[in-house]
């Protein structure tokens, strides 16, 4: 592992905490209220880091979520600055977290093939 990963790792997570902080208290703008950052992860040159985020919404809701964190990005960054003590502040870059959807199609996936398994093992019992 190289030297500087746990500091790479160190630095997501604070970025991660500032984001959401400052997308919680300073933010204004409606369209990025219901969003949770899911995850950071930052270049080992600290010049860019990827936010993956999800929300509650529809597709149509995530459309305008995206594009209200995109107007946001330059404010989002500014206050990363005066918050965090780097010499080199991340572009950061936005990115649609699809992994708790995929998670919960799975999980209903499970549970419809249990209730199925469970139907045909209760109709194979009462024919004998």
């Known amino acids: ?6 500091r790479t790792l160190r630095i997501a997570d604070q970025i ?3 984001l959401a902080d400052l997308m919680q208290h300073a933010i204004k703008d409606p369209r990025v209220g219901q969003v949770t950052i899911t ?3 930052v270049t080992r040159d600290y010049s860019h880091a990827k936010i993956f ?4 919404g ?3 809701e995530n459309f ?3 594009k209200g964190l995109e107007h946001a990005k330059g404010f989002l960054r500014s206050n990363l600055s005066h918050r965090m003590k780097l010499r080199i502040i991340p572009q950061l870059h936005f990115i649609y977290d699809e992994s708790i959807e995929r ?7 499970i549970d419809e093939a249990i209730a199925q398994d469970q139907a045909t093992h209760q ?4 024919i004998k």
């Not at 592992?1 to 746990?6: C, G, N, T």
């Open 1 to 6: 592992m190289p030297k500087d990963y746990s």
């Open 16 to 18: 991660q905490r500032e």
């Open 39 to 41: 995850a950071v992860e």
């Open 53 to 56: 985020y999800t929300t509650l």
């Open 58 to 60: 529809s597709k149509e």
């Open 64 to 66: 305008l979520v995206e």
């Open 103 to 109: 998670g919960v199609r799975l999980s209903q996936l």
């Open 123 to 126: 109709a194979d019992s009462d």
